[in-house]
């Protein structure tokens, strides 16, 4: 692939925080650290690419959970103290 136009969106940051208090408003450390990053280093990027006409692209994912089910990390007994 070749990039053909790539450059960061004006107010990215506060694109980036609007969204955030939309989808996922509880969470807190994301928006925190978006906040405290002021548009120093987060914000959005456009990129556009092409990709060679005789690429062979994957078969698309058609089919996704849509239920979450939690599951430990750890096994039964496992040590956490590393």
């Known amino acids: 692939m070749t990039s053909a136009l790539d450059d960061t969106m004006p107010?990215?940051?506060?694109r980036w925080l609007d969204r955030q208090?939309?989808?996922a408003p509880h969470s807190t450390p994301e928006i925190d650290?978006?906040?405290?990053?002021a548009g120093r280093h987060l914000g959005h990027v456009r990129a556009v690419g092409r990709r060679p006409t005789d690429t062979v692209l994957d078969e698309p994912l058609t089919a996704v959970p849509v239920e979450f089910t939690p599951?430990?990390?750890?096994?039964p007994g496992g040590d956490v103290s590393g």
Do not use: I
């Not at 107010?11 to 506060?14: A, E, I, P, Y």
């Not at 599951?71 to 096994?75: F, K, W």
């Open 21 to 23: 208090h939309v989808v």
């Open 33 to 37: 650290a978006a906040g405290t990053d």
């Open 71 to 75: 599951t430990p990390l750890l096994r």
């Open 11 to 14: 107010d990215g940051r506060r």
